[in-house]
């Protein structure tokens, strides 16, 4: 089993559209847990961090789910600029971050 | 503030040749990692440096791969010799203290043929 399953997609929705992505994790001892971005052919860049309570950054809601060990993203009110890979992770030993594979998401006019 | 800076961006070998890469971390930042991502995947953590020592090099296939950070500040990563399944991405990010936020340069895609 995987560390961080996500769902590879892609998601194809048109602009304005509500989007979630969920995301499991196996090691119920993860303590941080965050969104990535990553654009085709560049660098991943943090979106925003995960906590236990959820937490809001205008258009996307992120949510966590301890007892189940899942993640979610969700983003309202989709732009065509929110095209890009979104990688779920979780922070293992030595705080380092084991990250999902990704979710392709495409928005279109 | 200068982001991470990675060269070379583009590097094609054949395999059983040897390749480094050149990581310059944020300037203050303590926590150095370099990553391998292959097409469809995600990041893998090969190896992290805490200023010169390292603190997780699990992942690092040591038969083949090195890296150092002599000085606390710059580093590289070495494969010698390559293979193949060494086609990827290798990402070089760093953190101004262990579990905060990484910060990713732009990567060193290599191919191997």
């Known amino acids: 089993r995987k560390e961080v399953e996500q769902d590879p997609g892609p998601f194809n929705v048109p602009e304005g559209a509500t989007v979630a992505f969920n995301c499991t994790y196996s090691n119920s001892a993860s303590q941080s847990f965050f969104w990535y971005r990553q654009d085709c052919r560049k660098e991943p860049k943090l979106l925003m961090s995960?906590?236990?309570s959820g937490n809001e950054d205008g258009r996307f809601t992120a949510q966590l789910n301890r007892a189940s060990q899942y993640i979610s993203l969700l983003i309202r009110d989709s732009k065509l600029s929110d095209s890009a890979t979104y990688l779920c992770v979780v922070s293992g030993g030595y705080n380092k971050l084991i990250f999902g594979a990704g979710t392709r998401l495409a928005v279109h006019p | 503030e200068a982001g991470v800076a990675q060269s070379p961006r583009y590097k094609i070998i054949e395999k059983r040749q040897s390749v480094a890469f050149w990581c310059n971390p944020i300037?203050?930042?303590?926590?150095l990692y370099w990553y391998q991502q292959i097409l469809g995947q995600g990041p893998k953590l090969l190896i992290q440096?805490?200023?010169?020592?390292?603190?997780?090099d699990s992942q690092l296939p040591k038969d083949r791969f090195s890296a150092e950070r002599l000085k606390g500040v710059d580093s590289t990563l070495k494969i010698q010799p390559a293979k193949l399944e060494d086609s990827a991405v290798y990402l070089c990010?760093?953190?101004?203290?262990?579990?905060?936020?990484?910060?990713f340069g732009p990567g060193t895609r290599l191919t191997v043929t």
């Open positions: 300037s203050g930042h303590a926590t």
């Open positions: 440096f805490q200023n010169n020592g390292v603190v997780d």
């Open positions: 995960v906590y236990s």
């Open positions: 990010a760093s953190s101004p203290r262990r579990g905060g936020t990484q910060y």
